[in-house]
């Protein structure tokens, strides 16, 4: 090879080496490049994760507990439990918590606070959350669809499993306990093979989870052959109540007992029974109720406290006076929660069950009254709420009609009784 082609020969091979040099730099700043970008991305997710990830722990709120000392149970040292009382309490007041409903405390992936929610009811949440160096409370609304569903059963074993068995929650049952409370005890009556069908309201969220029940639109439960039914209308005042499908009030002007929950019976109606204390035969023209001292007492019907305190042998007396001319006695309570003059509706609370006065345990003598005259509570014919009035007749018949259309079909239906058999009669004049 002569001195010019060594010399093209060389050129030639510092113009490859010039170009893979070139291209591995070029590569190199690529892939620099390109991590750099990733890098930064990393970052930049890091610092989005660090920022809008927040990861909640949620406990249900106990019975009793301060607000400030439970969300200290999460972590939250007592200056912030009291700085987020502190901001909530112009939207809302945190003494009202409920106990059982659900609150969250928020944090990031590294632990700092983001967010505390509380669930007011099913439609409603309490989000405190910091805003630079305080926190802004607000409530929001939670978007839901209320839509009317049916929904049936059959009872094995208590009406509260057969409606969880159905799918519902417990408080379905209770609901339907309540409408059906005047005629039925759900402690005692239920039997295997019973039926039981609602028309609903169903509040939703937007990911199909049931949030409430809205309005029980329509009601039957049938107990040993014995149909029951229910339907949703207005009182004479405007108020929601339940009537059967022929216009009569499913409430009755008393409750069937001055205890919300099963008690024994330990001392009859009598004009003979001989005194435990006094140790002599007397009438006793009540029923003797055996409960632990402090069990709730409530009022079988509405009406006004025309006495209440501390009556001799009666030990803590309440005494109501109710419109249909009855008068309630309620005897030997330990507390009164009622004072003379008040009104007290159907169900309240007016005292818990004592030993005070003549009594060897502690126990509830209860006592009705009609025109100076006691009555023996346990053979007395409970009396009826009003029926729907004629004016307001077709207006109920299209409200029954359209909410039993709603009624889930039963794989067996039973025939009603003679007092549920007629829907469309009129009703009697009044």
Same mark, same amino acid.
């Given at each position: ?69 439970? *969300?200290?149970?999460? %972590?939250?040292? +007592?200056?912030? &439990?009291? /700085? !987020?009382? $502190? ?5 809302? #007041? ?68 057969? *409606?969880?068995?159905? %799918?519902?929650? +417990?408080?379905? &049952?209770? /609901? !339907?306990? $309540? ?5 039925? #005890? ?245």
């Amino acid at each position: 090879m002569g001195k010019a082609g060594r010399i093209v020969f060389w050129i030639c091979v510092i113009a490859v080496a010039t170009v893979c040099i070139g291209a591995s730099y070029r590569i190199r700043f690529r892939a620099e490049k390109r991590i750099a970008v990733e890098a930064a991305a990393a970052h930049a997710e890091t610092q989005r994760i660090q920022q809008e990830v927040v990861l909640f722990t949620k406990s249900a709120v106990p019975a009793g507990r301060p607000f400030a000392e439970f *969300v200290e149970g999460f %972590g939250i040292t +007592p200056l912030i &439990a009291a /700085r !987020l009382v $502190a901001s909530a309490q112009p939207v809302f #007041d945190l003494r009202h918590v409920r106990a059982g409903n659900q609150l969250a405390v928020g944090r990031s992936v590294l632990g700092e606070l983001r967010e505390v929610r509380y669930s007011i009811d099913a439609d409603r949440v309490l989000s405190i959350a910091p805003s630079g160096d305080d926190f802004h409370s607000e409530i929001e609304t939670i978007p839901s669809e209320t839509r009317v569903a049916g929904v049936g059963g059959e009872v094995r074993d208590s009406l509260f499993q057969a *409606v969880t068995d159905a %799918g519902e929650k +417990p408080e379905l &049952a209770m /609901r !339907l306990a $309540a409408i059906f409370g005047w005629d039925l #005890d759900f402690y005692t009556d239920p039997r295997p093979g019973d039926t039981f069908r609602v028309v609903v309201e169903k509040k939703e969220l937007a990911n199909g989870e049931l949030a409430d029940y809205g309005r029980i639109l329509a009601a039957e439960y049938s107990n040993a052959g014995r149909v029951y039914r229910a339907v949703l209308f207005h009182d004479p005042s405007g108020n929601p109540a339940y009537y059967t499908p022929e216009g009569k009030s499913m409430k009755k002007a008393f409750l069937h007992s001055p205890l919300k929950f099963a008690a024994p019976i330990t001392s009859h109606f009598s004009y003979h029974r001989f005194h435990p204390i006094l140790k002599e035969y007397r009438p006793h023209l009540g029923i003797d109720y055996g409960a632990p001292t402090g069990t709730p007492v409530q009022t079988i019907g509405d009406g006004r406290v025309i006495f209440a305190a501390r009556k001799g042998g009666d030990g803590n007396l309440v005494k109501i006076q109710h419109s249909n001319g009855y008068v309630t006695y309620y005897m030997h309570l330990s507390r009164i929660l009622v004072r003379d003059g008040q009104r007290v509706e159907q169900g309240q609370r007016i005292g818990l069950v004592g030993m005070t006065g003549l009594a060897t345990g502690p126990h509830l003598d209860f006592r009705i009254e009609l025109r100076g005259q006691f009555l023996n509570f346990e053979r007395l014919p409970l009396p009826s709420a009003d029926p729907v009035s004629r004016r307001d007749w077709t207006a109920f018949v299209a409200a029954r009609d359209q909410a039993l259309a709603e009624m889930p079909p039963l794989a067996s239906q039973q025939t009603t009784v003679a007092a549920n058999a007629s829907p469309s009669q009129q009703p009697s004049a009044r």
